[in-house]
């Protein structure tokens, strides 16, 4: 595949400059993935950077996935040994087994601390993963009020914030990053199908029409699933949608931003972009009818006791409010 998108701007250098340094003031760390690519959007760097630290691993935007690629992915980094959650903020789904994970990690560092003769503090955490995958949205939801701005465009987060929730839990959000280089073309792809590259980074006509190569290529019978035209191109969708312009020339830019909008928001069903999965794809393809996921409650795994505890310092770092 030709290099089509390229895109890295300085704030999400700054960001990625900065994690260690942000890893170091926190004890456990929340890994947002997307549910449509529940792996491949886990970004490496986050094993490099908080390899030694609790973590969580938060597949959100279910609504938006198959149920049983969920399943899968719940199964996929429990064996890993995470505790994963599957989530949906608008409808709250997941939110009270993420709280009740963090407050089991709570517990484990009230008694550490004792232990060794402490008072107990707050457990302080972070969120991170690619931008767009829904970081403040959920750190609004555990808020319960607008407390960050939010918007359906990577890396709108700006400027990191300490977040008091409750009287267990700080909480460090920080903006979105990604990888620094997008030497595998097909990884990059999806993530500007699924919104968590910027729309600036290519042509919309260009990333859509890949888009739908990619999709015919590694995943048959979605277009058809989607469009009722598994060899549906651009040009179609004009002429299928009334995407005309003055003269009866289809509307490129706006059939390719009409791909993007179904895919990034489930307007034709709901879609899979895991690659991990293609083998296990065998069988009918899932009914969008809405059904109970049916997850087990997580469980936090055994750690070992690498853990590096959050740097001490005085009640109330970093001038957050009790």
Not at 22 to 44: G, K, N, W
Not at 151 to 180: F, H, M, S
Not at 269 to 291: D, N
């Amino acid at each position: 595949m030709e290099k089509l998108i390229q895109w890295y701007p300085g704030h999400i250098a700054k960001a990625l400059r900065e994690l260690r340094e942000r890893v170091a003031m926190v004890d456990c760390v929340i890994e947002l993935v997307d549910a449509r690519m529940p792996i491949s959007s886990h970004f490496a760097f986050v094993d490099e950077v908080a390899g030694h630290k609790q973590r969580i691993i938060v597949i959100n935007k279910i609504d938006l996935a198959p149920h049983d690629n969920v399943k899968r992915a719940i199964a996929y980094w429990a064996e890993r040994g995470f505790t994963a959650v599957a989530l949906d903020v608008p409808q709250r789904k997941g939110l009270p087994e993420l709280k009740s994970a963090l407050d089991k990690l709570h517990v484990e560092l009230s008694q550490k601390m004792k232990k060794r003769g402490r008072l107990p503090r707050k457990l302080r955490t972070m969120v991170m993963g690619l931008p767009n995958v829904g970081k403040s949205s959920l750190i609004n939801a555990l808020v319960q009020k607008r407390s960050l701005k939010v918007g359906d465009k990577p890396g709108v987060t700006r400027a990191p914030q300490w977040i008091g929730l409750g009287k267990n839990l700080e909480l460090l959000d920080t903006p979105g990053v990604i990888p620094p280089k997008f030497e595998d073309q097909s990884l990059a792809l999806k993530l500007a199908l699924i919104g968590s590259i910027s729309e600036y980074a290519a042509d919309p006509a260009l990333i859509a029409e890949a888009g739908l190569d990619l999709i015919r290529e590694q995943f048959p019978g979605t277009l058809l699933k989607l469009y009722d035209n598994e060899e549906i191109r651009l040009e179609e969708l004009c002429v299928q949608r009334g995407y005309l312009q003055h003269g009866g020339s289809g509307d490129m830019r706006r059939a390719a931003e009409s791909v993007l909008q179904d895919l990034r928001h489930a307007r034709q069903g709901r879609i899979s972009l895991e690659s991990v999965f293609l083998e296990q794809a065998a069988g009918p393809t899932e009914s969008s009818e809405e059904t109970d996921l049916d997850l087990p409650a997580p469980e936090l795994p055994e750690r070992q006791e690498q853990q590096t505890e959050a740097a001490d310092t005085p009640d109330s770092p970093l001038g957050i409010e009790e």
